[in-house]
């Protein structure tokens, strides 16, 4: 699998998300994907499925080296002495001793970004984190934390999918080299019942969320972390790598509406 190449860490193209599993079925939904190849999990001290992740990679015999982990500080965390609690607890319940990627999970409306950067970048010169970056971030506040802060981030994840137009973002982190970690890259499932996937999928022999997926997939610099539970959705995500879109399929799904965001919470700065 590709990997991007961004702030000195190799980010698998494609990973697991885990946000609404815990316990037991996060633990065995993160092993089972681990044993099919996955070598990218998401989560966040926000899911409460950090520690089942964490015991998934203690059991997987997967080598600490050959896994990128991905957590995140809530927004209600992001004062700094509340972001070095937070990053402790989560790598406390990860059972890790450092992550590959820390993220701020949400903007908040009255946050301090040069403080919060500036003890994010502690985390990584101490080695607890070998990157950093965002979640979450508007065209304005990316441009405030590259351009003013020159924060090194190393993506900001985003909700990204066929049915979310999101080209303002993605030329800007595109001229930056920033790479963009789509979450909800199935569009919460929905991709799978789209008329227009599923007759691409048809020509391909292939799901329409598998159509959803490579259509990010081919993007350049664009992640992926779909969240499956099964291990069938699982290997079907892994195989959608395989699938060869055409400039028709491609055609099709550039004219699907564009204008559905389903993750907009009542705290966060708006969008645009
Ligand atoms: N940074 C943020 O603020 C933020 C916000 C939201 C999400 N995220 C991250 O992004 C991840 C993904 O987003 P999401 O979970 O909201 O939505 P998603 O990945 O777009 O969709 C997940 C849904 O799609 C289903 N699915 C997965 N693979 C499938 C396949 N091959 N065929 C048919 N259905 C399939 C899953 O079913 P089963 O589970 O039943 O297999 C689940 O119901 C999260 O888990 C989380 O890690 C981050």
Redesign the pocket.
């Known amino acids: 699998m590709e990997h991007l190449q961004t702030q000195g860490i190799g980010l698998p193209q494609l ?7 815990q316990g037991e079925v996060c633990r065995a ?1 993160v092993e089972s994907a681990l044993g099919l190849g996955y070598r990218h999990i ?3 001290e926000m ?1 409460g499925n950090e520690d089942a992740v964490g015991a998934a990679i203690a059991a997987s015999g997967v080598a600490r080296k050959d896994l990128h982990v991905t957590t ?1 500080v809530w927004h209600e965390n992001l004062a700094p002495d509340a972001i070095r609690r937070a990053f402790e607890a989560s790598l406390k319940k990860l059972k890790l001793d450092h992550v590959d990627l820390y ?1 701020v ?2 903007p908040s409306r009255n946050m301090n970004l040069p403080a919060i950067f500036e003890t994010l970048l502690k985390l990584k010169q101490e080695g607890r984190t070998r990157a950093i970056g965002v ?2 971030f508007n065209l304005a506040l990316l441009k405030t934390a590259v351009e003013e802060i020159k924060a090194p981030i190393a993506c900001n ?3 990204y ?1 066929v049915m979310l137009d999101q080209t303002k973002v993605a030329r800007y982190l595109a001229a930056k080299s920033i790479p963009l970690v789509a ?10 019942s789209d008329e227009t996937l599923i007759s691409i999928g048809r020509k391909h022999r292939a ?4 159509v959803a ?1 490579k259509w990010l997939l081919d993007q350049d610099g664009v992640a992926a ?6 291990a ?3 290997r ?2 892994l195989d ?1 790598l395989k699938l060869k879109l055409d400039d028709e399929d491609r055609k099709a799904i550039a004219a699907l509406p564009k204008d559905k965001r ?2 907009n919470p009542g705290f966060a700065p708006a969008w645009d």
Not at 207 to 210: E, G, L, P, R
Not at 225 to 230: F, L
């Open positions: 990973g697991l998300g885990t946000f609404r599993m939904a998401d989560t966040a899911y995140k993220l999970h949400w979640a979450n994840q985003i909700e999918h979450y909800a890259p199935l569009a919460q499932g929905r991709a799978a799901s329409a969320a598998q997926l972390i779909p969240k499956a539970s099964r069938e959705s699982q079907a995500n959608a389903f993750v």
